[in-house]
């Protein structure tokens, strides 16, 4: 089975644009959450999406938003980009139904200038 | 403060040695707890993961222990080889799923 895509892998932006990211997760999978890595802070979960409804969010503020489709990709939509949101945007993908492992992408880099 | 708290923050080791990564949190009541590996420019890779239940989990050379009542788990490379340089991260999943994740533990492999 290929593995969870991410697209684009890397990303500049200005301050004040907005921002879409694209996760494909493994067939089959019907789990896909969304995390933000920077060195400071590490790894902080976003939201998670199941079945096309967030299941469950992360402390981020409203600036960021997401969705999941009918096949289960999914996409990450961050507005009115801050310097401070220049991270490694990582998917992860899962069946969705308990313990099972999680599944991560490639990331996607976004410089925010 | 971070509920998951990881030692050391990063270390060098010789091919062929040892080595234990500690993981302390504060998370409870929690549904699992779970290790990755984070190759420098890729996104994690599931090592081991364990319910609340459970002492002891194995992949390979890597082995992992839990200790419910301490609040501590440990991830334990055996015989290390170059290609273990890597960011180990311990994220703790509790019952609300808002996951826990500790700021990785940077392992470096020395021929």
């Known amino acids: 089975k290929a593995g969870v895509t991410q697209t684009p892998r890397y990303l500049i932006k200005t301050r004040g644009q907005q921002v879409t990211l694209s996760c494909s997760p493994i067939?089959?999978?019907?789990?896909v959450s969304w995390y933000q890595q920077t060195p400071g802070q590490g790894l902080q979960f976003l939201f998670e999406?199941?079945?096309?409804?967030?299941?469950n969010k992360g402390n981020f503020p409203g600036r960021f938003s997401g969705r999941q489709f009918s096949n289960s990709r999914s996409e990450m939509n961050v507005s009115t980009l801050e310097l401070g949101d220049s991270a490694l945007y990582l998917c992860?993908?899962?069946?969705?139904?308990?313990?099972?492992?999680?599944?991560f992408g490639p990331g996607t880099r976004l410089l925010v200038l | 403060k971070n509920q998951v708290e990881q030692s050391p923050q990063s270390l060098i080791i010789l091919e062929g040695k040892n080595c234990t990564l500690q993981?302390?949190?504060?998370?409870?009541?929690?549904?699992?707890l779970r290790w990755y590996k984070q190759d420098t420019g890729r996104g994690p890779v599931s090592l081991t993961i364990?319910?609340?239940?459970?002492n002891t989990k194995s992949n390979g050379r890597y082995t992992a222990t839990l200790d419910a009542d301490t609040k501590q788990s440990s991830l334990h490379i055996t015989a290390s080889q170059l290609s273990d340089s890597a960011s180990y991260i311990c994220?703790?999943?509790?019952?609300?799923?808002?996951?826990?994740f500790g700021a990785g533990t940077t392992v470096t492999v020395r021929a």
């Open positions: 994220v703790v999943t509790p019952n609300d799923y808002k996951l826990s």
């Open positions: 992860a993908s899962s069946l969705g139904e308990g313990e099972e492992t999680q599944y």
């Open positions: 993981c302390n949190y504060t998370v409870s009541p929690f549904s699992n």
């Open positions: 999406y199941f079945s096309e409804t967030q299941r």
């Open positions: 364990m319910t609340f239940s459970e």
């Open positions: 067939s089959g999978h019907r789990s």
